[in-house]
C-alpha cells in the first residue's frame, strides 16, 4: 500500500546497466523486506516486461549472521563448473569469480544492519571486512548482476560508489495510511482513520498492529483505538511501537505470552509443524499423568453458560473467537495441537508471528523479539 513509487524505483534501478547495487533504507517496520519479496515476485511474473534474472539468492542477516556461512551458500547455489570454490581462498577472488560469471544474478541481502555499527563515529560502516571488500568489488566491477541491500543505517561503505543507489523508504502518506487501516478491517469515517495515522506518524508496522488489534478486539471500530495510549510526537518511533505491544501483552492469553517470551530466545527460524510443539509439551514419559485442571465454583459455571448463551445469541463467529480465548488462557503445555495451531494462527493474524508458508517456518520480526527477550 502506497509503494507504487518506491517499487518503480527499483525497477528503475533493476533496469539501468550503471547500476550494481541499491539499498533500501528505512526503520524497523517500514516494510523493507516486504518490498523487496514483492519487488521480486512481480519481476519473476511470466508476463513481466522487465529483464529477467539467471537465478535470485536471499540472504537474512537477522537469521544467519555469519559471512562465511553467507559466502558459502552463495557459491553453492550459482553453478561455477569447473571452479573449486574451496580455492577461492581471498574474498576478492570470490568476488571477482561473481564478476566474471556469464548471465544476470539477482543478490538480495536482507537486514544488513546486523553487520553495521549503529552508533560512534563508525555509524553505518560494516563491522565485517571481508564483506564490506566483497561488495566494493561488486560495486567497481564490471558484469550483470545486481544487488539489493535492506537496512536501517546508510551504507556508508558504498556511499563514494556512482553505482550505489540509495533508496530511502519514508513513513505512509495519509491517504495510503487510510488505505492500510480499511485493508485490514477498521471501520470508521475518513476524518477518524486520518486522524490515526496522523496519532501514528503513518509508521506502517504501528499502523498494522494498531489495525489488527481493533479488528480482533472491537470489529474493527475505530472509536475504540483511545485504549491503546496514544504516542508523544516527540517520541521515538520504536518507543511508539512498544506502546502498541504492550497493549498486545494486556490482551493474549496466558498460552501466547508464554510462547513469545520462549520464541523470542530462537537465533534461527523455527521450523513449523510437530518438532516446534515438543518444546513447549509436558513429559509424555510412560505412566506420566497430567495435573489436574483447576474446577470452577458453581457460580463461576453459571456464568459460563450465560455467557455462551448470550454468545450464541450474538452470532457463532465470536462465540468461536471467545471460546478459543478462554482455551488458550492456561499454560501452553497444556494444550493440545489443534489448540497449539489455533494459537499460532492468531499470532500469526496478528503480525506478530511471521509466517513463510513456502518455506514452511515462523519467525519474530526483530522488534518483536527484542519486547519479549
Excluded at 329 to 335: F, G, H, K
Aim: aromatic share 12%.
Amino acid at each position: 500500500v502506497g509503494r507504487a513509487d518506491f517499487l518503480a524505483a527499483l525497477y528503475e534501478d533493476w533496469a539501468n546497466p550503471q547500476c550494481h547495487l541499491t539499498g533500501v533504507i528505512g526503520f524497523g517496520g517500514e516494510g523493507k523486506s516486504s518490498l523487496a519479496r514483492q519487488w521480486i515476485e512481480t519481476l519473476l511474473k511470466p508476463d513481466a516486461t522487465q529483464p529477467q534474472p539467471n537465478g535470485v539468492f536471499w540472504w537474512g542477516f537477522y537469521e544467519q549472521p555469519n559471512v562465511e556461512e553467507f559466502f558459502n551458500a552463495i557459491f553453492k547455489y550459482l553453478d561455477l563448473k569447473d571452479i573449486n570454490p574451496a580455492q577461492l581462498i581471498s574474498v576478492e577472488a570470490k568476488a571477482e569469480t561473481i564478476q566474471a560469471m556469464r548471465g544476470r544474478y539477482l543478490f538480495v541481502l536482507d537486514g544488513l544492519e546486523v553487520l553495521q555499527e549503529q552508533a560512534g563515529d563508525d555509524y553505518g560502516l560494516l563491522k565485517d571486512r571481508n564483506l564490506c571488500t566483497f561488495l566494493r568489488i561488486f560495486a567497481d566491477g564490471d558484469h550483470e548482476s545486481f544487488c539489493l541491500l535492506t537496512s536501517r543505517f546508510p551504507v556508508l561503505d558504498l556511499i563514494d560508489f556512482t553505482t550505489y543507489h540509495q533508496r530511502e523508504i519514508g513513513a505512509l502518506d495519509e491517504s495510503a495510511g487510510v488505505t492500510l487501516l480499511k485493508k485490514i478491517g477498521v471501520k470508521g469515517s475518513e476524518k477518524q482513520l486520518t486522524q490515526v495515522v496522523k496519532d501514528w506518524g503513518g509508521y506502517a508496522l504501528s499502523l498494522r498492529w494498531v489495525g489488527t488489534y481493533l479488528v480482533d478486539t472491537h470489529r474493527g471500530n475505530v472509536k475504540r483505538v483511545r485504549e491503546i495510549p496514544p504516542p508523544n510526537q516527540n517520541e521515538p518511533v520504536y518507543e511508539r511501537l512498544q506502546k502498541v505491544l504492550q497493549s498486545y501483552d494486556s490482551y493474549i492469553t496466558q498460552a501466547e505470552r508464554e510462547f513469545l517470551k520462549v520464541f523470542s530466545l530462537f537465533r534461527l527460524p523455527a521450523v513449523a509443524g510437530q518438532a516446534l510443539k515438543e518444546v513447549f509439551a509436558e513429559d509424555k514419559k510412560p505412566g506420566y499423568i497430567p495435573p489436574p485442571l483447576p474446577q470452577p465454583d458453581p457460580i463461576t459455571k453459571l456464568l459460563r453458560r450465560l455467557k455462551r448463551l448470550w454468545e450464541r445469541l450474538l452470532g457463532r463467529r465470536q462465540s468461536a473467537l471467545v471460546r478459543l480465548r478462554e482455551q488458550l488462557n492456561v499454560p501452553i503445555a497444556q494444550l493440545h495441537s489443534r489448540q497449539f495451531d489455533a494459537m499460532i494462527r492468531r499470532l500469526v493474524t496478528y503480525r506478530i508471528v511471521e509466517e513463510y508458508p513456502d518455506s514452511q517456518y515462523y519467525s519474530l520480526h526483530p522488534l518483536i523479539r527484542a519486547h519479549y527477550a
